[in-house]
């Protein structure tokens, strides 16, 4: 079952920060290293104008998402999108997606737009000197040496279109990806 986190009651939220603190470690440590810090987060992504959904099951979150507006009412970013740790790699991340993705549509967002940090070395655009190489030539060949997003949002139909070079530290791209959705 869908459920509007924002309009949600503090469980779901508190459900929500736990997911995003845990789920952050096994991509993005540095992002939310407190539950207070994600907390803080959750809180951000449940403003007024933003969409913020969670996929539930009884009163048990699973996976929630949050989109905001970031060029005008055109263009969105998907911000962030977590699973609980014991339930990715089954669907629910695919499922969210195309949910939040059918809200943005009602709304007229013609683009969905995301970054995907690789903080831990899990490409092949990471601990190198991405200033040094054709940046285009990089993204065309990269790989996947571990468990990173890029590819689960590729397989929902995004593009990369582009990496930030040392966006979290020397080494350290952000992936930046997007799918037009009308």
């Known amino acids: 079952m869908f459920i509007d986190i924002s309009k949600s009651d503090k469980s779901f939220k508190r459900q929500?920060?736990?997911?995003?603190?845990?789920?952050?470690?096994t991509i993005s440590p540095d992002s939310w290293?407190?539950?207070?810090?994600?907390?803080?987060?959750v809180t951000e992504c449940?403003?007024?104008?933003?969409?913020?959904?969670g996929l539930a099951e009884d009163d048990e979150l699973l996976a929630w998402a949050g989109l905001r507006p970031l060029y005008e009412k055109i263009t969105w970013e998907l911000h962030p999108l977590?699973?609980?740790p014991s339930?990715?790699?089954?669907?629910?991340?695919?499922t969210l997606l195309r949910e939040i993705e059918r809200i943005a549509l009602k709304r007229q967002v013609l683009n969905i737009f995301l970054g995907t940090d690789d903080e831990l070395?899990?490409?092949?655009l990471s601990r190198k000197d991405l200033?040094?190489?054709?940046l285009f030539e990089e993204i065309r060949h990269i790989e996947n040496f571990g468990k990173h997003p890029f590819e689960f949002y590729i397989k929902n139909g995004y593009r990369i279109?582009?990496?930030?070079?040392?966006?979290?530290?020397?080494?350290?791209?952000?992936i930046l990806m997007c799918k037009r959705l009308q």
Not at 46 to 53: G, M, N
Not at 87 to 94: A, F
Not at 121 to 124: A, D, I, M, V, W
Request: charged fraction near 25%; charge should be positive.
């Open 82 to 84: 977590m699973v609980m």
């Open 16 to 25: 929500a920060a736990a997911i995003l603190y845990a789920a952050s470690k």
């Open 121 to 124: 070395g899990l490409t092949s």
């Open 161 to 174: 279109i582009g990496v930030v070079p040392d966006a979290s530290g020397i080494g350290k791209p952000d």
């Open 33 to 41: 290293p407190s539950f207070k810090s994600a907390m803080k987060e």
């Open 87 to 94: 339930r990715q790699r089954t669907g629910l991340g695919s």
């Open 131 to 134: 200033y040094d190489h054709d």
């Open 46 to 53: 449940c403003r007024r104008e933003y969409i913020c959904i």
